[in-house]
């Protein structure tokens, strides 16, 4: 059979070929269209001169902070906390502030000061100085300056900013990116500056590294600087440019110039501004596993088989993952009643397993008139228009196509009561796809012209300002349905796009990208940037979503993506079918293992994902995080740490069975055999094929679970006391939780774990077993009994107090 695999790939390239031929007259004629749109209403008048805001004429206090009057523009500065602080610069069209989620803060005590370079506001955390000329410098409370900008510029609708960035100042963030973990990083020695399109985008079925724009642009990104680090976030969706030099260059085409500013370390950033833009909700347990996934499954004969060959190999798998080919039609809402004919038994059979089904949704409906969910859209005015009240018409999958405005709610109160039907026979929960949204064309943006009317809740707009909201409105719409039809279950939605905010609703994950060692590598700045950028569930096409990895590339990938929060191999319909089991052994138990590890690390996953929903924080995350002082770690973007655990050291390289890693300071204990290892210096590590470098940081209290039995990997620092936490509750739904918090102290020549627990949900293990590494163990006490030990492992119930008497 492999001596037929090359003439097999390209059969099915040329049916696939001739698949996306058809689209062609279509995308021509829509590209055509819009073109005349364009021209017909584009503005006339062009603004040649930038505007600047002139002299400062007087500066008032206000309950929040203060306003300040200049000959051509106006400013307002408010304290939302004593360390956050929002800038509104006028004139301009302000926000509908889709990305806020609070909206009431406490008063915060402010000063207002005449000073030599103007006027100064303060609070207890920070001090912001507005000079004359409308130059902005925000010091922190020793009087550092954290960031220092120039008097913004207008011109028409446009508003241009520039803050000076320090020569070792590194940026992180701006939602979804195929560039470097730092933003500022050049590619080459001939790069000047780097600069990045803020404008939600679909490659088009694949991309490699170094593709921008890209399908999640946020205008947020985090700033390290000695000493200190802040993050910014700009309130603005319409289209625009961040620029990267010596200068922080942001250029929008509309809208107003809101931005808010923080100051802090990385983890009270992330906290922050998750408390302006709204926390990720809690998953059920489920989301966590592994999720099987691939464009062509056409039939539920087809999957069936497919989860019969997970379990035939003894592979844990929670979810499957249903893609445009099972639909009716390529339309939204459907399952093909030919090819899936008994949908409820299907999902009732896989639920059996602990199997849930998935099933994908694009937004745009086919335009027909035989189409009820047309009709109904007609009806309620529900879909874009030209400014004359055409309907916008755009082809993708189904052919012609229009598109429901998610910016007025009563379509997305419509929008989302059809979900419900598909909820009715078990689905568990939605992926969306093209949902920038994607339009087929032959020339041109690859979205709904920028024209395109859109109702804004009320106010009016077009798509200028539409756009890079558009996935988060439908992500929202479809959340509040599994929310008002499933009250009992914790929603489950998967976004392709979305703009700040949309960890509310939905996971993400990093799209079409191709099967490369260097896309594997690009993956890992990708997931951590996202993270960054206020999105922690998110995670990409195991093995690269277009071509065909070879067996190592795909092992490697797998490896990876274990220690990821969405853990879910897809790929395109016009490449090999793609399972832990395609390359055969020792490929297939080498995944078998990860798949275990990973299932037997849930409840760290758990406890993770209930952080991330209580502070925002990103369980996948960048070795600077608890570091962030140390300049050695700013750069590294080949590795990752998964909480404060792990740090997990990918192989990002065919054929390498070996790797240097930069270690954050203190003492780190690899994974796999129990060796100590100082940090704050680069070592090589040891990566056979059936491994990849897995450090355990001193100090940690690693919960792993395996047969209803809880077992409590204990990881001592020199001296001194660590703590560790495990968060538990039924899995799904709304009840009670418990917190159990463990303290692990080392003493002398001892070593002593005291367990305190809050909640009222009962511990939901049988047993318990604790095992002590890197310190050789020879008596032990709980709760002042003694007890047998086995080896450096002690089988117990619950307890108040271990005491361990180490052999030294």
Known sequence: MEIFKPLLLKVNFLVKSLFFLRYIPYAFLYSLKRDRYESQYRSQTVENSFTSPGKLLNATATDRGAYFSFEQAELEIDFLMPDLVRFNWLPGLPPVPYAIVQQDWDMVETTLGKSEKGWTIASQALHVTVGIDGAITVCNAAGKVVRQEHPPQRQGERWIQQADLQLEEHLYGLGERASTLNLRAALDETQVGKAYRMWNYDPGGRYPPGTDPMYICIPVYMGLRDGESYLIFYENSFRAQFTFTDKAIVDFEGGSLRYYVVVGEPAHLLDRYTQLTGRAPMPARWILGYHQSRWGYRTEETVRQEVETFQFHNLPLSA??????????HRPFTLDPQRFPKVSQFTQELAHSGIRLIAINNPGIKYSYHSNLFLEGRILEAFCTY???KLVIAPVWAGRMVFPDFTNPKVRAWWSRQYAYLLDVGVAGFWHDMNEPAAF????????????????EGRGGDHREAHNVYGLLEAEAAYESLQRYRPENRPFIVSRSGWAGLQRYAWTWTGDTICTWEALRQTISTV???????LPFNGPDIGGFQGNPSAELYLRWFQMATFFMFY?????????????????????????????????????FYTLAWEAAQKGYPPVRPLFWSNWNDRTLWDIEDAFCLGDALL???????????RSITLPNGYWYNFWNDQKIE??????????LKQIPLLIKAGSILPMEQDQQLILHLYPLESGQSEGYLYSDAGDGYGESRI???YLICHKRSLELIWKQEGEYPFPYQSIQLQVHGLPIQKAWIDGQAITLQEQNLQCQMFGQVWFECNL
Do not use: N
């Open 528 to 534: 951590v940037g996202l993270g960054l950028s206020g």
């Open 387 to 389: 400014p004359d009240g």
């Open 648 to 658: 997990v050291c990918p192989i990002v390289e065919e054929g390498k069975q070996v």
């Open 441 to 456: 064309v032959l020339w041109g943006d690859h979205t709904l012209p920028s024209m395109a009317q859109h109702c804004l």
């Open 320 to 329: 499957i993952h249903l893609d445009i080919d099972c639909q009716a039609e």
């Open 740 to 742: 159990d918090r463990f």
């Open 568 to 604: 879910r191999t897809h790929s395109s319909t016009s490449v090999i079918p793609r399972a832990p089991w395609t390359y055969g052994e020792p490929y297939l138990s080498i995944m078998r293992s990860f798949l275990q590890l990973r299932y037997q690390l849930m409840p760290y």
């Open 679 to 688: 940090g704050g210096r680069t070592i090589q590590l040891e990566a056979p």
